[in-house]
């Protein structure tokens, strides 16, 4: 064998079977990066938007589910101001009363469904006013279950509904999406590697 003809069967035939290896490689390890990345986004987002959408559902189901509660007169036991900050400093207002239904006594601590909270620490203050402990007040409950009341009849609040409800679906579209995305460039890189 010549020397020219052992050099060529030693040097690549061509430049493309040297660098296309290294660069797949890159080119694989963005893709499986950004897979993971969208994969803990969707999980977050999906998390956030179930959540949403439970509470959402929960308190909607509570308050036409109200429209039947009848009406009984309670003492109020306790009444506090919440205040909580998660998302900057916000307060609502928090009480405990007791009533009777049919010679039982019961137990409530719902101001109200939905709970609101405010930034408003004088307007909360001014909600509880009215509720001085030992101040006798009407309340709502379930006559089918008295241990469901609340303390302000609960009215729909349109805004919370379809606002934070249409929030919710479209954080659990997103999840599905960014899912589908992932999985997706996850199975264009597992049928590269067969290939090769």
């Excluded at 279950?145 to 379809?162: A, C, D, G, I, K």
Aim: aromatic content about 10%; some cysteine.
């Amino acid at each position: 064998m010549s020397p020219r003809a052992r050099e060529d069967s030693v040097r690549p035939r061509r430049l493309s079977d040297v660098v296309a290896r290294p660069l797949n490689f890159c080119v694989r390890l963005r893709i499986v990066s950004a897979a993971v990345k969208s994969l803990l986004l969707a999980a977050l987002l999906g998390w956030v938007g179930a959540k949403g959408a439970i509470w959402v559902v929960s308190d909607t189901a509570t308050i036409i589910d109200s429209a039947g509660w009848k009406s009984t007169t309670a003492r109020i036991e306790r009444v506090w101001l919440d205040e909580s900050n998660s998302h900057g400093r916000m307060f609502s207002p928090g009480v405990v009363y007791t009533f009777e239904v049919a010679g039982h006594t019961y137990s409530g601590d719902h101001f109200e469904v939905p709970p609101r909270r405010s930034g408003d620490r004088a307007f909360e203050l001014g909600r509880l006013e009215p509720f001085a402990p030992g101040t006798r007040v009407e309340i709502f409950y379930d006559p089918s279950n008295p241990e469901r009341s609340v303390l302000t009849r609960p009215q729909m609040n349109y805004w919370f509904t379809l606002g934070l409800g249409g929030l919710a679906v479209g954080l659990v579209a997103a999840a599905i999406a960014l899912l589908y995305s992932a999985f997706r460039s996850l199975t264009i890189v597992g049928r590269d590697r067969e290939t090769r």
